[in-house]
């Protein structure tokens, strides 16, 4: 299993450009999230889904899309890319258990740079 | 979700165990205790989790006072490759929508070689 995996890596985009970072998962997880981290901070959800076809707003999600078309992927989208933007993105998928107890899987994270 | 509290930044000599406390006095009684670490920027990993026993993993064990006020984590035998910010996380285990973590600034340990 690759577990959750995220490109690009690193991006630099000028004000008002627009970009999707992509997430992937191989483990037939239902749930997936969004994070931004800002550096010395915590982590914020911006949005997440808990299945194909369904997403919902986190935290902050101003300035940003998402779609869930498969149970794999969840891609979000910068609509117009400001330097308040700046910031490392974590996408995250967990499973169900009967127990109802939700270990999340993070990926590596992409480095957003907007200028 | 219950509030918590962490020190903002511990040390731990190499070889030594380190304990890291978390205050959740807030805490209700269908919510868990998670406790997450981020290693260098890299993605948050998943660490120990539990409700109201004391729980152990491979990873670390973690301690719930009796009154689930507060819970302390153990790295039994820490190394240099335990240096990272650990984050405390109480939250509803099983409420569909709700699985997001909220994370706050977490404590960053350093272990001395």
């Known amino acids: 299993n690759a577990g959750v995996t995220q490109t690009p890596k690193f991006q630099v985009l000028k004000t008002g450009q627009s970009m999707t970072l992509q997430c992937a998962q191989d483990?037939?997880?239902?749930?997936m999230s969004w994070y931004r981290q800002d550096p010395g901070m915590g982590l914020r959800l911006i949005h997440y889904s808990v299945g194909a076809g369904i997403t919902d707003q986190g935290e902050v999600p101003n300035g940003y899309n998402v779609s869930r078309s498969t149970t794999e992927d969840f891609p979000l989208r910068l609509l117009s890319a400001a330097p308040s933007q700046t910031s490392v993105y974590f996408c995250?998928?967990?499973?169900?258990?009967?127990?109802?107890?939700?270990?999340?899987?993070f990926g590596p994270g992409t480095r957003l740079t907007v200028t | 979700d219950a509030k918590t509290t962490q020190p903002t930044s511990m040390d731990c000599a190499e070889g030594r165990a380190a304990n890291l406390p978390c205050n959740h006095s807030t805490i209700s009684g269908n919510e868990y205790v998670y406790w997450y670490r981020q290693i260098h920027s890299q993605g948050p990993q998943y660490i120990i989790h539990?409700?109201?026993n004391n729980e152990t993993n491979e990873m670390a064990s973690l301690i719930i006072t009796e009154d689930r006020k507060s819970s302390t984590l153990i790295l039994p035998h820490a190394t240099l490759r335990d240096t990272a910010v650990y984050y405390c996380i109480v939250r509803v285990a099983n409420s569909p929508g709700r699985r997001a973590l909220t994370f706050g600034s977490g404590t960053r340990l350093q272990v001395q070689p």
């Open positions: 539990g409700l109201k």
């Open positions: 995250a998928s967990s499973y169900s258990s009967l127990a109802g107890v939700y270990e999340q899987y």
């Open positions: 483990m037939n997880h239902e749930y």
